[in-house]
């Protein structure tokens, strides 16, 4: 698995996407390709894309550009059942963060 992820520079590729997301998040205003209230959402599947995620979003929501939606900024995770129906999903984590002002927005 490492050899795939340096192979193919998943990181880097994550790191680039979500880089892209802060800039649009700091240009929601301006047209840009995200609008206020745009929800994002990543299911990551590796510890080190998940902690590239948690962090993006968690300073997405530290300077107010974005909320995240999950419970308490933790991932929803597969339940017992998904996994014991689709074993490749023990690994996903979801994470998500609506963009633009919080106290705008509902739903």
Not at 54 to 61: P, Q, T, V
Not at 70 to 96: C, F, H, I, M, Y
Request: net charge positive; glycine share 8%; hydrophobic share 40%.
């Amino acid at each position: 698995m490492a050899l795939r992820i340096a192979v193919n520079d998943e990181l880097g590729a994550l790191n680039a996407l979500l880089e892209s997301i802060v800039q649009a998040a700091e240009q929601v205003d301006r047209g840009g390709w995200l609008n206020q209230g745009s929800r994002v959402a990543v299911i990551s599947f590796h510890s080190l894309e998940d902690r590239l995620v948690k962090r993006a979003f968690a300073d997405l929501e530290k300077r107010g550009l974005a909320r995240r939606l999950t419970p308490g900024g933790k991932p929803l995770q597969p339940s017992d059942q998904e996994v014991q129906n689709n074993p490749r999903s023990r690994s996903a984590k979801l994470r998500a963060v609506r963009i633009g002002d919080p106290t705008t927005h509902t739903g």
